[in-house]
């Protein structure tokens, strides 16, 4: 089956540690991004990614970093320095280009403690 | 103001009615819409996306798009309970400015039966 895997799907942690979300997908798609949600809000663009060893800043990237050394894997740490890490975090990707269809992962809920 | 605005509701309509949910949009160059559909405590899911002024329909579901109105809105004919969840509507910024997609902040909408 194709599609967009994201572990965990819930993940509890101490303030002051960070943590890295994993974000895979075998759609052979080229680009990726993460969103995090806040209750009742929309989704704002932490970073993405167009290609391999290459990414970019979203909106709100402050506190927070990313890698891209493979196609399929665009794994988010959530920092100490993330002052309000609380939120659910989306991975998505699309076939080429930051403007084409993106589909979702199912997510991982992050909550500090 | 926003980019991307959304009624956020609830919205409420009768089962098999028909469910109209707005967007409005600042930039006059954006050129590509999407209308997800995210369930309460999961991630959004694609319904529809519309590159063209007019209407696109899909089964029960119809994007209309009108650029000079800035505006795209998605009509649900015969909702369904199951149709009850938040609707986000996301518009393509130009990609000479950074293109990525906006998401608004969502519509919720409940069909009650």
């Known amino acids: 089956d194709g599609g967009i895997t994201q572990s965990p799907k819930y993940l509890f942690r101490k303030e002051g540690q960070n943590v890295t979300l994993s974000c895979e997908q075998n759609l052979n798609h080229d680009a990726m991004y993460w969103y995090r949600q806040d209750p009742g809000q929309g989704l704002r663009l932490i970073y993405y990614s167009q290609i391999v060893n290459d990414f970019q800043k979203g909106d709100i990237a402050e506190g927070y970093s990313v890698s891209r050394e493979k196609k399929e894997s665009f794994p988010l740490t959530v920092t100490s320095a993330q002052k309000n890490p609380t939120a659910f975090y989306l991975c998505?990707?699309?076939?080429?280009?930051?403007?084409?269809?993106?589909?979702f992962g199912p997510g991982t809920r992050l909550t500090v403690l | 103001q926003k980019e991307v605005e959304q009624n956020s509701g609830p919205l409420s309509v009768p089962e098999g009615a028909i469910a109209s949910l707005n967007c409005t949009y600042s930039?006059?160059?954006?050129?590509?819409f999407f209308w997800y559909r995210q369930y309460s405590g999961k991630s959004p899911e694609l319904i529809m996306f519309i590159y063209s002024n007019g209407d696109k329909e899909d089964g029960r579901f119809t994007a209309q798009l009108n650029k000079a109105s800035q505006y795209v809105s998605l009509l649900i004919r015969d909702s369904q309970p199951s149709d009850s969840a938040t609707y986000l509507c996301?518009?393509?910024?130009?990609?000479?400015?950074?293109?990525?997609?906006?998401f608004g902040q969502g519509t919720e909408l409940s069909v009650k039966p």
């Open positions: 998505a990707s699309s076939p080429a280009g930051v403007t084409d269809t993106q589909y």
């Open positions: 996301a518009v393509s910024r130009r990609y000479n400015q950074g293109g990525k997609l906006i």
């Open positions: 930039d006059r160059g954006s050129q590509s």
